[in-house]
């Protein structure tokens, strides 16, 4: 299998660290020998060598620039993004880029642009999954190629699968879920005694919250998430600006006490119904199964006919974590 990843940042990386350190493994357990083929940045340059790059070299280069990478023969540094979807030997692209939530670009139309190209495309960018999410089955389907995108929802921990695959002849009626680590981070050191401020400022430290910790303190990253979930599990077609999202940030430390003397937890949920989609701060009782999962962990609940309530508790995201989920992708185009 040939691999062209899109975007080498934490996931890139993570992704190709998992490569390198389980090759032995990967190959014995799984006969899975795949190469990357090409790396693409959006500045710090582009790779391609339809032989394979060396991913120790890649590796050793992290967030530098990829002009240090070292001259050999065949390699060549000026395809771009557009060009390596459609003309390169790669047989998956892999996407994962920044998320646009707004227009899903570019990685939208270098997804598209793979897929009519007979490329598989594998994902870990939200952007185009939450907002085409039709279209690029649709185009998949068309091209007799797959688009799989668990690292999109809860990174590694296989919340899509779950729903897709292990729950499959149940009937789906309701789907909670904790998804997003840097606010119950935050919900977490609120309830130790934390300030609101200051156990953001926490997050941020510890690498969980951003600089700009806008999409998740608002919600918004949790949303884009729900709407994927909506799209694959319920065939929803449903767009940010026509939903229901309240963050954490305008709750107080007497909104977290009055919870708990009524033995009660806050969490920011996103509950998906085939009705719809909300997203807002919600009082659980602590014999709910989603009111103790703490610190950065992601939880999601799905409410079936057959099983009753299934609840999976894991890592929402992390460089390994989610590179796991490319590698778990990339693992189902093999069989």
Not at 47 to 68: M, R
Not at 190 to 217: F, I, W
Request: net charge negative.
């Amino acid at each position: 299998m040939d691999i062209a990843l899109i975007g080498f940042g934490n996931v890139g990386q993570g992704l190709l660290r998992i490569l390198h350190d389980k090759e032995t493994f990967l190959k014995d357990q799984h006969n899975f020998s795949p190469r990357v083929v090409a790396v693409v940045t959006g500045s710090r340059g582009t790779l391609y060598h339809p032989q394979g790059l060396d991913i120790s070299e890649l590796l050793t280069i992290g967030n530098g620039a990829l002009s240090a990478y070292p001259e050999t023969t065949g390699l060549l540094r000026d395809w771009d993004a557009s060009k390596i979807a459609k003309e390169s030997t790669a047989d998956v692209l892999v996407e994962a880029s920044p998320t646009n939530l707004k227009t899903a670009q570019p990685a939208l139309d270098i997804c598209y642009a793979a897929l009519d190209s007979g490329k598989h495309v594998v994902m870990a960018n939200k952007g185009p999954v939450a907002l085409a999410y039709a279209e690029l089955m649709a185009r998949a389907q068309k091209n007799e190629v797959q688009c799989r995108y668990e690292a999109t929802v809860m990174a590694g921990t296989p919340s899509i699968r779950l729903a897709q695959e292990a729950l499959a002849g149940c009937t789906i009626s309701q789907i909670r879920g904790i998804m997003n680590g840097t606010t119950n981070y935050i919900l977490t050191r609120m309830e130790n005694g934390m300030d609101y401020e200051d156990a953001l400022k926490q997050a941020q430290q510890l690498g969980y919250a951003e600089s700009d910790p806008t999409a998740d303190v608002d919600g918004w990253d949790v949303a884009s998430k729900a709407i994927i979930l909506a799209a694959c599990v319920f065939d929803q077609k449903i767009s940010l600006d026509e939903m229901s999202v309240t963050g954490i940030s305008k709750l107080t430390a007497n909104d977290i006490d009055s919870a708990q003397r009524s033995g009660e937890r806050w969490k920011l949920i996103a509950e998906i119904t085939p009705d719809g989609v909300t997203v807002q701060p919600m009082r659980l009782p602590l014999s709910h199964p989603l009111a103790n999962v703490m610190e950065a962990t992601n939880a999601i609940t799905y409410s079936t006919d057959l099983l009753g309530d299934v609840t999976l508790i894991g890592a929402g995201a992390g460089r390994v974590e989610t590179g796991f989920g490319l590698l778990n992708d990339l693992l189902t185009l093999q069989t």
